[in-house]
């Protein structure tokens, strides 16, 4: 099973950006399909940004054209560039890795989450 680590949270000026980065260990990083998703206080988690292992990204309507997801297998870090930061934007975000075995059974794992604020 992959272990998560999140990092790079911090508090930032509307408008401004930061990148938060997914430190991954244990099984081979490349295999997974892995993701980003944040949760705001008294909110539901909402997945924000995936890229699967072939490298294929996708976000939802509420970032894209602000978000950039990527990925370096060689270092197994997943990052998140995020710009245009909006108060919106605050909330924990967290990490998140998926695969399949042969037989279809799922594995996944999740970061404990860094927090981003964004306030002036």
């Known amino acids: 099973q992959v272990r998560l680590v999140e990092s790079g949270g911090g508090l930032v000026q509307p408008g401004g950006s930061l990148r938060v980065s997914c430190a991954a260990s244990?099984?081979?990083?490349?295999?997974?399909?892995m993701a980003w998703y944040r949760q705001a206080p008294g909110k539901e988690r909402e997945l924000v940004a995936s890229i699967t292992r072939g490298g294929t990204t996708n976000y939802s309507d509420s970032v894209k054209g602000r978000f950039t997801i990527s990925r370096d297998n060689s270092k197994n870090i997943l990052y998140l560039q995020i710009d245009s930061l909006k108060p919106e934007d605050t909330a924990v975000y967290l990490c998140?890795?998926?695969?399949?075995?042969?037989?279809?059974?799922?594995?996944?794992?999740w970061g404990q989450g860094t927090q981003v604020t964004v306030s002036s």
């Open positions: 998140h890795a998926l695969r399949s075995d042969r037989y279809g059974v799922q594995y996944q794992s």
């Open positions: 244990g099984v081979a990083f490349s295999i997974y399909d």
